[in-house]
């Protein structure tokens, strides 16, 4: 596909920002909640026939994982809905669509990572909304690329290592052992995202930082990078209680053309350490 305007929408979120400076040399339209709520179709309507952009990548989404337990109509609002009318509107004027779901559509019970065309089962209203909201997508626009994505995490936004360098002025840190993943630096997910676009290959994608971990080896491999010499205790996820279930075992993988493979997610850890300029306690 060749594209020139691009529309992002939730561009001021960790994955919107990473587009943005991804897309610079193209016209890129960032638009937050305050500019477009992708929730209002009428107004998701007007907005696209005003700009009519080649290209729309939904970086909004709602994400706090623990409050969609007790806000289910926010989460499917905005996981569901939202997609959808960007879906169906994207369609009525020949836009292709892409939009970002999650590993917290699967179960996590498998022993072996995730591909494309494993079962979902989500365990929590996220993954659920999610879930939802791929549905849609998928109903409402055949032109759309629906990027499944995993611990994602930015120099900017709220995410688990800034957290986790935050609590390193403690004397120790508990981690979490028993929760595996795919660490994805949003940096390495925008350029993959460029690299896909650049195909009309329509469909369901797992980009993700490459390989699988813990949350507590993910911590020392951060902590390492950043010089940091705080221990580090594992815990399970038992001693960690948290509203919403997460899957124990949720590392993606894809199927598809190795084009589109991200570095390791050592090498996100190493060029997130390297870009970061806050201070780690
Ligand atoms: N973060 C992760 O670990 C992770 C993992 C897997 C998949 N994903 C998926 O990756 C995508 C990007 O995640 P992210 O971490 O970049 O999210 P994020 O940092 O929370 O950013 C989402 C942005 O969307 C905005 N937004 C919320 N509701 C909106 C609405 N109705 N209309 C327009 N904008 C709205 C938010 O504004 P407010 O801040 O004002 O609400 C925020 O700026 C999402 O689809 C997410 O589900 C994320």
């Not at 949003?186 to 469909?203: K, M, N, S």
Request: aromatic share 10%; hydrophobic share 40%.
């Amino acid at each position: 596909m060749t594209f020139r305007k691009v529309l992002i929408t939730g561009a001021q979120g960790q994955l919107g920002q990473a587009l943005q400076a991804q897309f610079s040399d193209h016209e890129a339209i960032a638009w937050d909640i305050q500019d477009l709520d992708i929730c209002e179709l009428e107004a998701v309507r007007k907005a696209l026939d005003k700009i009519r952009p080649d290209v729309v990548l939904n970086a909004a989404a709602f994400t706090q994982v623990d409050q969609a337990e007790t806000d289910q109509e926010a989460a499917y609002r905005g996981n569901a809905l939202g997609p959808k009318n960007l879906a169906l509107a994207t369609h009525e004027m020949s836009i292709p669509f892409m939009h970002f779901s999650t590993d917290y559509v699967f179960d996590g019970r498998q022993s072996r990572p995730y591909h494309e065309f494993d079962q979902p089962h989500p365990l929590s209203v996220y993954g659920q909304s999610k879930l939802a909201g791929e549905k849609e997508v998928k109903n409402a626009n055949p032109r759309h690329f629906l990027v499944r994505t995993a611990w994602l995490y930015h120099i900017v936004g709220k995410n688990f290592p800034r957290t986790i360098l935050r609590l390193s002025r403690q004397q120790q840190v508990r981690v979490v052992n028993d929760q595996f993943g795919s660490p994805t630096f949003a940096p390495h997910l925008a350029r993959a995202v460029a690299r896909l676009l650049e195909t009309d290959a329509y469909g369901t994608y797992h980009l993700a930082g490459s390989g699988g971990t813990s949350w507590y080896d993910f911590t020392n491999t951060l902590y390492q990078a950043r010089g940091i010499q705080t221990p580090v205790s594992p815990i399970s996820t038992a001693d960690y209680p948290l509203p919403a279930p997460r899957p124990a075992y949720a590392v993606l993988t894809s199927l598809q053309d190795p084009f589109i493979t991200l570095p390791s997610w050592e090498e996100g850890v190493r060029d997130f350490a390297a870009q970061w300029k806050g201070e780690d306690s």
